[in-house]
């Protein structure tokens, strides 16, 4: 008798601890996203080397045009050098871009010094496919719209263009491009909701692929990065948007 009410306890007491961790878990906060927490690369001194440098230059002032992003932005000082010439720097352009920066890289630069004390006429976005391996459709989304609202309320009298994301890897197939494409989508129809005409979106995807989606080699060497010609397309595509929104 004595066993049988030793047993009965000991199964209650883990029916009873069983039940607590369930309860436990469903209370529990969800893991938070990191694509919109600002996060900086401290260790890295190429980075800080870059983004204080840029800290730099906008404390000159003279600042009308800002492109903020990823590598695919700091490129323009590469591959896309001699378009940056004939497009930007009459228009006081300064790039904001960082290789291998996410969203969060970008909000904790916008807090760090990036946009201080300028008040430019247009500043084109284009962010997320560093973020493309980690996080979700719906978390890329969440971070560039928080670049959005950081930008309105650091710049409120500059106009905001945010680009598609621009695709990437061989076909439709490539997981990250659809994981880029899903977040292009659903920051279209936020923009479009939210109806602050001061912000614009734009998706010019489609003028580096293909007919049947495939994206070449030539047009990006390595499915991801441009070369010269794609700069080329890249600013052909946006200039009369660019040309409207800086009231040319």
Request: with cysteine.
């Amino acid at each position: 008798m004595l066993r049988r009410r030793f047993l009965m306890t000991a199964v209650c007491l883990v029916n009873f601890s069983l039940a607590m961790l369930v309860t436990n878990v469903l209370r529990a906060d969800p893991p938070k996203n990191d694509a919109i927490i600002p996060v900086g690369k401290e260790d890295n001194e190429g980075w800080m080397n870059r983004h204080k440098a840029m800290n730099e230059r906008v404390k000159q002032g003279n600042v009308d045009l800002l492109l903020i992003g990823d590598s695919i932005t700091h490129g323009w000082e590469g591959a896309g050098k001699s378009v940056w010439e004939k497009y930007y720097t009459p228009r006081n352009a300064v790039n904001l871009g960082i290789g291998g920066d996410r969203t969060q890289h970008i909000l904790w630069r916008l807090d760090q010094g990036n946009v201080d004390g300028i008040n430019p006429k247009l500043a084109v976005v284009m962010i997320g496919t560093n973020n493309s391996g980690t996080n979700t459709s719906e978390q890329i989304a969440e971070g560039i719209e928080a670049i959005i609202t950081k930008l309105r309320e650091k710049l409120p009298e500059t106009e905001v263009l945010i680009l598609g994301i621009f695709p990437r890897g061989p076909n439709a197939e490539d997981a990250k491009r659809k994981v880029n494409e899903g977040a292009n989508t659903l920051v279209a129809a936020s923009i479009e909701d939210e109806g602050d005409e001061m912000v614009h979106y734009l998706d010019i995807g489609k003028a580096f692929l293909e007919e049947d989606g495939t994206l070449s080699k030539e047009v990006m060497p390595d499915l991801l990065h441009l070369n010269e010609a794609s700069y080329t397309t890249w600013a052909e595509q946006i200039e009369s948007t660019v040309a409207a929104l800086m009231g040319e």
